[in-house]
């Protein structure tokens, strides 16, 4: 019996491997990676390694067997069909009998178009009939704090939200409650609402980077189509820059806030502040 984890070389992945080997014997995890390579520190800490691709199901014949349990950590390929290439992962489950597949997925309340194959994953995976987790992960800091060049360069936060909050935590955070699943008992066929203790603006959030930098950076809301106009501006493809402005629409209709302190209950702390992501981020 192991516990694998698919993307394990990924942003999440990486945290919730390294925070498996603090509860688990590294003999009893397989990470499961495209590039072998790019897992040598896994393995070389005696992490079991799995090679197996998305896009091609017979990969992952052998990856699982009867017992085990599994997170299957969304794909980041937009444009190659992600229910396909999770519907995969999840026939390789049911036919090797795992004893629990939980899912990377998307707050619920959440109706813009990147929740799409989210939704369509999650479908698939209830009418598979395996034991499942919908970890439905609100949004993570790092998606700001890891984009803070443009916002330093130009003093200012762009976004088309509003005065729309966000409860977002960091991927640590989010890895803690999918580490907590993996370990413990009496999650089979639970659906898990997680984000941050606390939600925030976006012009709080320019209040924090003002306070924190010494710098004036202001909050400047846009409307969806003058964003869509930066990004694409900035060279991002425009069905991409349409996505991020669908999420700004959802955050200011309240779609990203997730109450319940779910995340900080399973984490069994509370969550990262926004404000100690920046400080870190800016550490760099
Ligand atoms: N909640 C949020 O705010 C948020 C934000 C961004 C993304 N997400 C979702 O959460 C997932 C995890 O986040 P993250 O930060 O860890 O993203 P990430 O760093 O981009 O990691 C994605 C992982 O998926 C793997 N992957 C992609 N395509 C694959 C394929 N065809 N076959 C096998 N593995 C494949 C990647 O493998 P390699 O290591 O080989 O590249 C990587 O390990 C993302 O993929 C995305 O679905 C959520």
């Not at 390929?77 to 026939?91: C, L, N, T």
Request: charged share 20%; glycine share 10%.
């Amino acid at each position: 019996m192991s516990i694998v984890v698919t993307g394990a070389t990924g942003h999440l992945g990486r945290h919730v491997v390294e925070q498996l080997l603090e509860k688990v014997p590294a003999g009893q995890i397989t990470a499961v990676v495209r590039d072998e390579a790019k897992a040598a520190d896994f393995a070389a800490r005696g992490v079991k390694l799995a090679v197996a691709d998305y896009n091609a199901p017979e990969t992952f014949g052998s990856v699982f067997a009867a017992g085990d349990k599994v997170l299957l950590i969304s794909g980041n390929e937009f444009d190659k069909g992600r229910p396909a290439q999770h519907q995969a992962v999840i026939d390789a489950a049911l036919a090797a009998g795992v004893a629990l597949l939980a899912y990377t997925s998307a707050p619920g309340s959440l109706t813009a178009a990147l929740a799409d194959d989210h939704r369509a994953t999650e479908q698939a995976l209830l009418a598979s009939g395996l034991p499942y987790v919908l970890l439905r992960n609100g949004w993570y800091h790092e998606n700001y704090t890891e984009q803070l060049a443009p916002v330093l360069e130009h003093n200012a936060v762009v976004a088309a939200a509003g005065a729309g909050r966000v409860s977002s935590a960091s991927r640590a955070d989010y890895a803690a409650a999918a580490v907590t699943v993996l370990t413990g008992e009496g999650h089979e066929n639970k659906t898990y609402e997680l984000g941050g203790d606390e939600a925030w603006s976006f012009a709080e959030y320019a209040a924090e980077l003002s306070k924190q930098t010494g710098k004036e950076i202001a909050y400047n809301s846009v409307p969806g189509e003058v964003l869509i106009g930066i990004l694409t501006g900035a060279g991002l493809p425009e069905p991409l820059a349409a996505i991020f402005a669908g999420v700004d629409a959802a955050i200011e209709q309240g779609q990203l806030v997730v109450p319940g302190g779910e995340l900080s209950r399973l984490a069994g702390r509370p969550t990262t502040p926004l404000a100690e992501a920046i400080t870190a981020a800016l550490k760099g």
